[in-house]
């Protein structure tokens, strides 16, 4: 592997039971790329999100991060991966600001030191302004812009983020995958996971999931071809959402 | 302050800024224990005999005897309701960002159970001030030997509360749970009799409560509240909260356990 690789994802399988929700699945990342994970509602997007975040582990297949291999060293690995999971994960009676030094605690951050990240990654969501207000006072496309920019506060590596416009009006929807589409571009590797085909951008990468198998790693432009994303993805597969048996 | 302090004080304290700004909680957590000193003490009175056991040293009134046994109580619920509140998933969230968060698993579960007894501490120590307000006082140093008793307890009975949260399938099941563990674990100890008096019921029932680790969490928090000492009782608790921490561990292990079933 060389060392722009960001992500690396390789031969992984997972079963519930006798479901296979992950199929062999493999592909890389590299540095401060915008790749979005495309695929049917019951693909496998969160299963994998699992496995990338240690919730879940499997004996199939291996995981990299930033180099560090997330069963042998799960905790460099962890510390360089900022997630957005699909449910929020918010303290709703407290301020922003608290939501955010909790979570900077959890990775072992206080003081001025917190403060100052804190700040910063206000700063490159435009949510410095609303750090003192209570969290359910704010609508769902900043409390989401606040969960991204907490999860930017460990300067992580990879960022990770689960269907994260699922539920917010077009406006925050296009404000979000503008949002993200800069951080990639100042650097940062993202994994965007989603079904909707309008949050990517011809040059993004694309990795196509569908009943737990990655049928295509491209650009979205190469997937594209000569016609729209949407037609090769329905075309790919064949239009299936709830691919859940 | 280590990253590891960083995040056990955060994690404590997230959870008692929680309980005490959720009024319904603190006050139900307040009223449920006065509401059974009232009433038991006033149906069981005349069921207990008198009688002088240690670390009694005279005659005490029925009231007086199920104080630690309620304290004790009031850790059994507030594990319980840790444990209700992941399997609701209105935590699962949250702890799905701690157990992402770059610490060993085992120490980040060690301050969820840390956070949980701190809450419980706030409420026991509510309810002996109102019980010494009613008249029903300890010894002034019991106050301060029950503590260190009060986090061995909240540490077995909350790591109880993690357990089931990690086997628990269902939102059903966990009536089973209260049929099951907590109404035996509760009725079947010595917080509302003392061991002679089931004795006098049952061989049986005698021997369930003295094995019963509920009971010796009540005998432990019994003598410190009256700043003595029960080795007997320390050791069972504190084997207690081992085990069950060591089995909730495999339960939140990711290679299987609730993760699995719960995405
Ligand atoms: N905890 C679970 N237990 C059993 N099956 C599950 C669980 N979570 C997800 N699945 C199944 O695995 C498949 C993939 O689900 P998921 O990863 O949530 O897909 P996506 O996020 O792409 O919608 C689905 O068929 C789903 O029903
Ligand atoms: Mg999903």
Redesign the interface.
């Known amino acids: 592997m060389t060392r722009t690789t960001a992500l690396c994802v390789s031969n992984v399988s997972l079963s519930?039971g006798a479901k296979r929700a992950l199929d062999d699945v493999s592909f890389a990342l590299d540095r401060g790329r915008f790749c979005a994970l495309l695929g049917p509602n019951g693909a496998g997007k969160?299963?994998l999100f699992?496995l990338l975040?240690?919730?879940?582990?499997?004996?199939e297949g291996r995981i990299e991060v930033a180099g560090f291999d997330l069963a042998r060293n799960?905790?460099?690995a962890?510390?360089r991966?900022g997630?957005v999971?699909q449910?929020?994960?918010?303290?709703l009676?407290?301020s922003v600001m608290r939501n955010m030094?909790?979570?900077a605690?959890?990775?072992?951050?206080?003081g001025r030191d917190a403060t100052a990240r804190i700040d910063a990654a206000l700063e490159r969501l435009n949510m410095r302004e609303r750090a003192d207000e209570k969290v359910r006072a704010l609508n769902g496309g900043h409390r989401r812009r606040m969960e991204i920019a907490r999860a930017l506060i460990h300067a992580p590596e990879v960022l990770l983020l689960d269907e994260p416009t699922v539920g917010l009006d077009t406006a925050a929807r296009r404000s979000i995958t503008a949002h993200v589409h800069d951080l990639a571009a100042e650097g940062l590797t993202v994994l965007w996971a989603t079904h909707l085909v309008d949050e990517i951008e011809p040059s993004d990468d694309v990795v196509v999931l569908n009943r737990g198998r990655v049928l295509k790693q491209a650009s979205a432009a190469e997937i594209a071809g000569e016609g729209d994303l949407i037609d090769a993805f329905i075309e790919m597969t064949g239009g299936n959402d709830e691919a859940a048996a | 302050m280590n990253a590891w302090t960083i995040a056990l004080y955060a994690i404590v304290l997230r959870e008692a800024m929680r309980f005490l700004q959720n009024r319904g909680r603190f006050l139900s957590a307040l009223v449920r224990p006065l509401v059974w000193l009232v009433i038991f003490a006033a149906g069981f009175r005349a069921a207990l005999g008198l009688s002088i056991t240690p670390p009694y040293q005279t005659y005490i009134t029925y009231e007086v005897y199920i104080v630690p046994g309620l304290c004790a109580m009031i850790q059994l619920f507030n594990g319980m309701q840790s444990s209700l509140s992941l399997v609701y998933d209105q935590e699962m969230g949250s702890m799905r960002l701690l157990l992402t968060s770059p610490r060993p698993r085992w120490w980040l579960l060690f301050c969820k159970l840390m956070a949980g007894v701190a809450v419980s501490l706030l409420q026991v120590y509510a309810f002996l001030g109102i019980a010494a307000l009613m008249g029903i006082r300890m010894p002034a140093m019991g106050y301060v030997y029950v503590l260190p008793a009060l986090v061995l307890s909240g540490l077995m009975l909350g790591a109880l509360g993690l357990l089931i949260s990690s086997t628990i399938r269902q939102l059903e099941n966990f009536a089973g749970v209260m049929n099951f563990v907590i109404f035996p674990m509760f009725f079947l100890s010595t917080a509302l009799y003392p061991l002679w008096k089931m004795a006098e019921a049952s061989r049986l029932l005698r021997d369930i409560c003295a094995v019963n680790p509920f009971t010796h969490a009540v005998e432990l928090i019994r003598f410190a509240l009256y700043a003595q000492f029960n080795g007997w009782a320390l050791l069972w608790v504190g084997t207690g909260a081992v085990a069950f921490f060591l089995l909730a561990l495999l339960g939140y292990d990711p290679a299987r356990g609730l993760m699995r079933r719960k995405g």
């Open positions: 519930y969160s299963t699992s975040t240690r919730l879940l582990v499997t004996r799960p905790r460099a962890l510390a991966i997630v999971f449910q929020p994960t918010l303290d009676d407290t030094r909790y979570f605690a959890l990775h072992g951050m206080a």
